[in-house]
């Protein structure tokens, strides 16, 4: 059974903060993609990998960075966290993005972040 | 071109009966077409998906139809239970590498089943 697990459910930050979400895949997944979900948004992508220290920026990421050290890892940096930051943030991976492929995508239970 | 428009935005259905969720898309080159479910708490997962060289699958009270012309595609969930109360988000990719095989998502219809 595939499992991406995230570091936290709930997180409280203060403006300007640095914040750090972590993501964690347990079937040697190749691609890891974080999203942020809001009312009436859908998700929206904001950085994807697909292996080790490689990434791509989505559709939305301004206000990030990630980190891809390990192939089970997968980090999002908020440098300096302001209020429209404010957010659910969801992580997945996928087993490969080899042409030809219909990969089954699969999230984690999301981190609720607020900030103040 | 790469946008999946989802409708309705929120939807509420009596127990029993028939729930329809629609999708179109405007970029032929998309031939997967998968619905994630999401309960609240948690994150979304795959429910069905469907390649378009079939116009309908079927998986249990779940079923996709899919019409190429009309570059739609839609969810029906028959005999609806308020276990089904939930998120559905439609998505599209394309059988590539690269970017172009990831997913675009739908912004998500909210289901409620009465009781």
């Known amino acids: 059974d595939v499992k991406v697990t995230q570091s936290s459910r709930y997180l409280v930050k203060r403006t300007g903060e640095k914040v750090f979400l972590e993501c964690v895949q347990d079937m040697d997944h190749e691609n890891m993609f974080w999203y942020r979900q809001d009312p009436g948004l859908g998700l929206r992508l904001i950085y994807f990998s697909y292996d080790v220290k490689m990434k791509e920026k989505g559709d939305i990421p301004e206000g990030y960075s990630v980190s891809r050290e390990k192939k089970e890892r997968f980090s999002l940096i908020l440098e300096s966290a302001s209020t429209n930051q404010t957010s659910m943030y969801l992580c997945?991976?996928?087993?490969?993005?080899?042409?030809?492929?219909?990969?089954?995508?699969?999230f984690g239970p999301g981190t609720r972040l607020t900030v103040l | 071109q790469q946008q999946v428009k989802q409708s309705p935005q929120s939807l509420i259905v009596q127990k029993g009966g028939i729930s329809i969720i629609n999708c179109a898309y405007e970029n032929t080159a998309f031939d997967y077409f998968p619905w994630y479910q999401q309960f609240p708490g948690k994150g979304p997962a795959l429910l069905i998906a469907i390649r378009p060289d079939v116009s309908e699958k079927k998986e249990g009270r779940f079923t996709i139809s899919f019409n190429k012309s009309a570059k739609q595609f839609s969810l029906h969930i028959m005999d609806s239970q308020p276990g089904d109360s939930a998120t559905y988000f439609c998505?599209?990719?394309?059988?590539?590498?690269?970017?172009?095989?990831?997913?675009?998502f739908g912004k998500g219809t909210k289901l409620s089943v009465k009781p």
């Open positions: 997945a991976s996928r087993l490969s993005s080899v042409a030809g492929s219909y990969n089954e995508q699969f």
């Open positions: 998505a599209a990719s394309v059988r590539s590498g690269g970017s172009q095989g990831n997913l675009i």
